[in-house]
């Protein structure tokens, strides 16, 4: 079977559950409903399974997702380059549990590559060999970093460089114009956020070394270059970058995710290959961020109007 055939199969299924997905005009239904009950019922016609609580029921949707995604793949070990991030977040949070002291388990993830409780041992006997090479070394710097800065934010750093230079390195290996395609413009936006928050926060050019990712298509050292640069010549550099439009005006994080789904879009009815999987899979993770950042605000009594400033682009 030609590498482009094997994600057949499963494209054909996510076409079907692409069918139930919620669109510009569900989502619009959601945040106009009246009430959380009515908000509940227009998530049921999305197929989330209802619950008293409306964080368990996302939650639920988002497990149901991944669980998904492993029955239907010919291949997982993309897609748990993917997921990794889950097992990235619960090391963060177990590095910061031990070393500030504060319990925050109530924050792990269960969605991972590897269980919680498997990361916890592995963290307490300092044995990190079950972990990818890059990953592991990130968390050995990160303890020995703050140890000598006390600072948790480089925590954040180190492991976010490790995860996305691991995740790059697996799709690098595929040969798949998509998945090369998209690597690096999430690796440009990961390291122009990351450049913007060392430059406003840490204003330290040494902390770039924590945070660029190699794989973009501006080289780390440029980073360093415009470290001194002025606002305005970092505007110009900008407007060299297809990425202008993410910087110009609005939340830079909600900007960095509709560019995104722009490009996964695009490739939504390619008829072959892995990209309409890759597009549904995402594409649901954002519709599951759209109900949370929906439902939240149901909850806190926040205006239609804030809500709506803060959604992404839909998938379908």
């Known amino acids: 079977m030609r590498n482009s055939d094997k994600y057949a199969h499963s494209i054909g299924r996510v076409r079907v559950r692409e ?61 748990d380059a993917f997921f990794l991030k889950f097992d990235i977040h619960n090391l963060k949070v177990l590095l910061k549990a031990e070393f500030l002291k504060k319990p925050y388990d109530e924050i792990a993830l269960d969605t991972g590559v590897y269980k919680y409780e498997e990361l916890k041992e592995w963290l307490h006997n300092r044995d990190f060999s079950h972990l990818p090479e890059d990953i592991a070394q990130a968390v050995q710097l990160s303890m020995e970093e703050f140890l000598k800065t006390n600072d948790p934010q480089l925590i954040d750093l180190i492991m976010d460089k490790a ?11 595929t040969y798949d114009r998509f998945l090369k395609d998209f690597t690096i413009i999430q690796t440009d936006l990961m390291n122009l956020k990351a450049f913007m928050r060392i430059k406003k926060v840490f204003r330290k050019e040494q902390f770039l070394n924590y945070a660029i990712i190699p794989g973009g298509s501006v080289k780390p050292e440029d980073y360093m270059m415009l470290f001194e640069a002025d606002e305005e010549n970092f505007r110009k550099f900008l407007k060299q970058t297809p990425y202008a439009s993410v910087f110009e005006k609005g939340d830079i994080e909600k900007n960095s995710d509709d560019y995104i789904m722009t490009f996964l879009r695009k490739h939504r009815y390619e008829p072959l290959g892995i990209s309409p999987v890759i597009g549904y899979m995402l594409g649901k993770e954002t519709e599951i961020k759209n109900a949370r950042i929906t439902m939240i605000g149901k909850a806190n009594r926040i205006s239609r109007e804030r809500t709506k400033e803060r959604l992404r682009m839909c998938y379908v």
């Open 19 to 79: 069918n139930f997905m919620m669109d510009e005009q569900k989502l619009a239904r959601l945040v106009d409903a009246p009430d959380m009950k009515e908000a509940v019922r227009i998530l049921a016609e999305c197929r989330y399974v209802e619950d008293e609580d409306y964080m368990t029921m996302l939650y639920n949707e988002q497990k149901s997702l991944y669980a998904y995604m492993r029955e239907i793949l010919p291949d997982t070990k993309i897609f």
């Open 163 to 173: 995860y996305y230079t691991y995740f790059n390195r697996i799709m690098e290996k």
